[in-house]
């Protein structure tokens, strides 16, 4: 069963940053693809963003991102990020991995992010 751990999570003030990691317990190359979702309070999980094997970006067509969020992919370190920068308190939310192989996909346990003053 494929695990993914993600850790980068806390409490950071309005217009700071956080980075998020996912370390997959296979290599990453495995996975179709690798990303990022979110859920806020009173939303469903929505994507924010991921990327392919080929190393291509997609990111969510909301927009909520608008520049301030990135994923990268550390291949020596087997590892997924998200820099998370700009941050607005409605921003706060739990922050999960996904990874998907053909059909199947997987869900890390969550990182809160929490940005208050």
């Known amino acids: 069963q494929v695990q993914l751990v993600e850790s980068g999570g806390g409490l950071v003030q309005p217009g700071g940053s956080l980075r998020l990691s996912c370390l997959p317990s296979?290599?990453?190359?495995?996975?179709?693809?690798m990303g990022w979702y979110r859920q806020t309070p009173g939303k469903e999980r929505e994507l924010v963003a991921t990327i392919t094997l080929s190393g291509m970006i997609h990111y969510t067509d909301s927009d909520f991102v608008k520049g301030r969020f990135i994923p990268s992919r550390d291949d020596k370190k087997n590892t997924i990020y998200l820099q998370l920068d700009s941050l607005k308190p409605e921003d706060t939310g739990v922050y999960y991995c996904n990874a998907r192989i053909l059909s199947k996909q997987y869900w890390g346990q969550g990182t809160q992010v929490t940005v208050s003053s």
């Open positions: 296979e290599s990453i190359y495995n996975f179709n693809s």
